[in-house]
């Protein structure tokens, strides 16, 4: 089984960098997003296995629900 990894900043510069590493690695990602998000982006990452959590409110039930069955949590 594969580690899940959660990753907050996933769109950006940071985040595209640590994604990719993360993938290279064979580990599962999810992001989690505001719903703003770039939509090129986001289908590019989608491409790549990336899993998306777009969030509205940044509560604890969103957050809480994209951290389900994650080895850890990448803020970048």
């Known amino acids: 089984m ?3 990894i959660l990753v ?3 769109t950006g510069n940071l985040g595209g960098r640590v ?3 993360l993938l290279d690695k064979g580990a599962e990602v999810c992001i989690v997003v505001r719903q703003e998000s770039d939509r090129d982006t ?3 990452l989608k491409k ?3 899993k998306v959590f777009l969030v509205k409110n ?3 039930e969103e957050i809480s629900h994209a951290c389900q069955g994650a080895f850890c949590v ?3």
């Open 8 to 10: 907050a900043g996933g």
């Open 48 to 50: 790549l296995g990336v």
């Open 42 to 44: 986001l289908n590019k």
């Open 2 to 4: 594969k580690k899940i």
């Open 19 to 21: 994604i990719q590493s």
């Open 58 to 60: 940044w509560n604890v």
């Open 74 to 76: 990448v803020s970048a």
